[in-house]
Structures are given as structure tokens and as C-alpha cells.
T-cell receptor
């Protein structure tokens, strides 16, 4: 199974709402990533988890709160977002470095988020 | 922040022709990867080249890496209409047990019949 599953595929939320994006993988990967991608732009790294611990936070605003409850799941909790946060949110997973150097990432299909 | 700049930004070729995309980056890296993205959905990994390698092949793909110039190129030979997509280079920098994967600006490839 080489699949990363993201839910929901589409999400519309108001600026006062709280919502969560979910990501799941069953490849035994111990590194998981959140990226944000605006139209016609490259993906921008937000967070990296390694062995269920937050390893990298690219100075992301606190209205985005990641969580890694176990080695297969990654969540992104959203609260008080702004319209400019509307984007495609991509989750990815890869081997962690201590298990090898095959660090290619497997991506989910993304959640298209619209903040109104 | 972006690590890599790609050129061209857009490339339009006919089926059967070769497509070459270039990537330049700013800092030392552990490996460089190329990804493909269709219609703004998920990215698919194409090929990985380590910093101590100079060239790799995979099917119709050939990638080169010049660490002295901090640049890489991706060649797709005998292109097909199905190759139409956006292509991104991504630099990997190892930090602790994680790999920081940063994407370049991308090249939009259009292959016409």
C-alpha cells in the first residue's frame, strides 16, 4: 500500500469556524509533512513530524495547529483562518532518516480549502 | 521559502520531442528530487539523485546534478501527451531524523499531438 489518504477533499469554512484536516498512511513511514500550495505556485513546507515529534515548523501562524497522534496519522487543526489561507493543503510521508536514506515523499491528493 | 528556481517557467513541445527542465538551488543539499503534479492535485515522485551522484536514469527520465554549480536538469525523452503536467525539483536537507524537502518554482510542460 503506497497511498497517503487525505480527508476531506474539499472544505469550505468561515473565519470563526474550527475544522481539522486528516492524513493517514500505512507505509510504515515515520516522517510526515504538511505543505500549503497556492494556485500556480510550488508547495510550501509548513511542518515536519519525525517519530511523532514535531521536527520542523516553518514559522507557521498559530491558527494552524498540527498533531501526530500516532505513526500513521497526521492532523492539521484550523481555527480563525483568513481568506488568504485558502489553498490546497498537501500531506506527505517518507522514511525517517534513521531508517534509511530513501527520503522520497509520497503525497496525498490534498484538501482544497476555501475560507469565506 | 523556496530553495530552487526552475527554468523555463513554461515549455510547450510536440509529442516525440525531448523536454529539458533546469533547477538551480542556493545551499548545500543531501539529495535532489523531481516530482510531477497534474492539475493541482497530489505530487508524484519521479527520481532522486544523491549529492555524490552526477547522473541517473529511470525509463525516459535522465537527471543530472552539478553540486559545484548548484544546479540540476531533468530530461524527458520522446515525450507523450500524457507527460503534460507541472514538474518541480525539490532539495532535501537532512536535519536530525527529518528531511527538509523544499520545492522549486516549477516548470509547466505542455505536450501537444
Amino acid at each position: 500500500d503506497t497511498e497517503v489518504t487525505q480527508t476531506p477533499k474539499h472544505l469550505v469554512m468561515g473565519m470563526t469556524n474550527k475544522k481539522s484536516l486528516k492524513c493517514e498512511q500505512h507505509m510504515g513511514h515515520r516522517a510526515m509533512y504538511w505543505y500549503k500550495q497556492k494556485a500556480k505556485k510550488p508547495p510550501e513546507l509548513m511542518f515536519v513530524y519525525s517519530y511523532e515529534k514535531l521536527s520542523i515548523n516553518e514559522s507557521v501562524p498559530s491558527r494552524f495547529s498540527p498533531e501526530c497522534p500516532n505513526s500513521s496519522l497526521l492532523n492539521l487543526h484550523l481555527h480563525a483562518l483568513q481568506p488568504e489561507d485558502s489553498a490546497l493543503y498537501l500531506c506527505a510521508s517518507s522514511q525517517a532518516l534513521s531508517t534509511g536514506f530513501r527520503t522520497e515523499a509520497f503525497f496525498g491528493q490534498g484538501t482544497r480549502l476555501t475560507v469565506v | 521559502s523556496q530553495q530552487g528556481e526552475e527554468d523555463p517557467q513554461a515549455l510547450s513541445i510536440q509529442e516525440g520531442e525531448n523536454a529539458t527542465m533546469n533547477c538551480s538551488y542556493k545551499t548545500s543539499i543531501n539529495n535532489l528530487q523531481w516530482y510531477r503534479q497534474n492539475s493541482g492535485r497530489g505530487l508524484v515522485h519521479l527520481i532522486l539523485i544523491r549529492s555524490n551522484e552526477r547522473e541517473k536514469h529511470s525509463g525516459r527520465l535522465r537527471v543530472t546534478l552539478d553540486t559545484s554549480k548548484k544546479s540540476s536538469s531533468l530530461l524527458i525523452t520522446a515525450s507523450r501527451a500524457a507527460d503534460t503536467a507541472s514538474y518541480f525539483c525539490a532539495t532535501a536537507i537532512f536535519t536530525g531524523t527529518a528531511s527538509k524537502l523544499t520545492f522549486g518554482t516549477g516548470t509547466r510542460l505542455q505536450v501537444t499531438l
